[in-house]
Nanobody, 121 residues
Framework: QVQLVESGGGLVQAGGSLRLSCAAS????????MGWYRQAPGKQREFVAT???????NYADSVKGRFTISRDNAKNTVFLQMNSLKPEDTGVYYC???????????????WGQGTQVTVSS
């Protein structure tokens, strides 16, 4: 079984910064894409950013230029550096990963449990 554990959330004032981490553990052969999503109260979960094993990145328009996704493949960890935070960035942030498991390297998608980010105005 594979687990994704997020950390780094919290309360910050508008204009501030936070750095989220998500570490994958378990029986992992390798990880393809890793990413971040968020869910604000009363809204659907939305895409924030993703990064491939080779380092290619993609961002939601709402966070481009403010958020940076990165990863440490040796530690199976993905990061999200969030700068110039706005109240509308408030929500529960979830990481996800496409993990290759087993001898046949079957791809299984996993979600973390989420970490709360609150940006006050």
């Amino acid at each position: 079984q594979v687990q994704l554990v997020e950390s780094g959330g919290g309360l910050v004032q508008a204009g501030g910064s936070l750095r989220l981490s998500c570490a994958a553990s378990g029986v992992i052969r390798s990880i393809n894409a890793m990413g971040w999503y968020r869910q604000a109260p009363g809204k659907q979960r939305e895409f924030v950013a993703t990064i491939t094993s080779g380092g290619s990145t993609n961002y939601a328009d709402s966070v481009k230029g403010r958020f940076t996704i990165s990863r440490d493949n040796a530690k199976n960890t993905v990061f999200l550096q969030m700068n110039s935070l706005k109240p509308e960035d408030t929500g529960v942030y979830y990481c996800d990963a496409d993990v290759l498991v087993g001898v046949l390297e079957r791809t299984v998608h996993y979600w973390g449990q989420g970490t709360q980010v609150t940006v006050s105005s």
